[in-house]
Nanobody, 121 residues
C-alpha cells in the first residue's frame, strides 16, 4: 500500500509558476513509476507528466516545455514544476503511483486526494 498526499496548489495569475509536491509513504517509493494527472470541471481526467522509477520522464503535448516532473527518492516525493501557467491549466491535480509507466490513469494503483490549481487570466 502507498499513501500519497499532494500539496502546493493555489490561485495564481496566468504566466506565473507553481510547484506541486506529492509525498509518498508506505512501500518503497523508488520502485514505483509516478504520474501527475489533472481533471477540470466537466472534463475527463487527463495525463500531464510521468517519471519512471529509473528517472526518465514523459509529458503530455499540452505541457511539454512548460512543466517539469522530478522525484527525490530520499524524500519519497515527486514534484511538478509548472511554469508559464495558462487559464486552461486550471484543474484538480493528482499524483499517482504504479508499477507500469503509462499515460493511462487505469495503469496506476495508488492516488492522492488532489490539489486545486486555478489560473486566472
Amino acid at each position: 500500500q502507498v499513501q500519497l498526499v499532494e500539496s502546493g496548489g493555489g490561485l495564481v495569475q496566468a504566466g506565473v509558476s507553481l510547484r506541486l509536491s506529492c509525498a509518498a509513504s508506505g512501500r518503497t517509493f523508488s520502485n514505483y513509476n509516478m504520474g501527475w494527472f489533472r481533471q477540470a470541471p466537466g472534463k475527463e481526467r487527463e495525463f500531464v507528466a510521468g517519471i519512471r522509477s529509473g528517472g526518465s520522464t514523459y509529458y503530455a503535448d499540452s505541457v511539454k516545455g512548460r512543466f517539469t516532473i522530478s522525484r527525490d527518492n530520499a524524500k519519497s516525493t515527486v514534484y511538478l514544476q509548472m511554469n508559464s501557467l495558462k487559464p486552461e491549466d486550471t484543474a484538480v491535480y493528482s499524483c499517482a503511483a504504479g508499477s507500469l509507466s503509462s499515460t493511462r490513469y487505469t495503469s496506476y494503483s495508488y492516488w492522492g486526494q488532489g490539489t486545486q490549481v486555478t489560473v486566472s487570466s
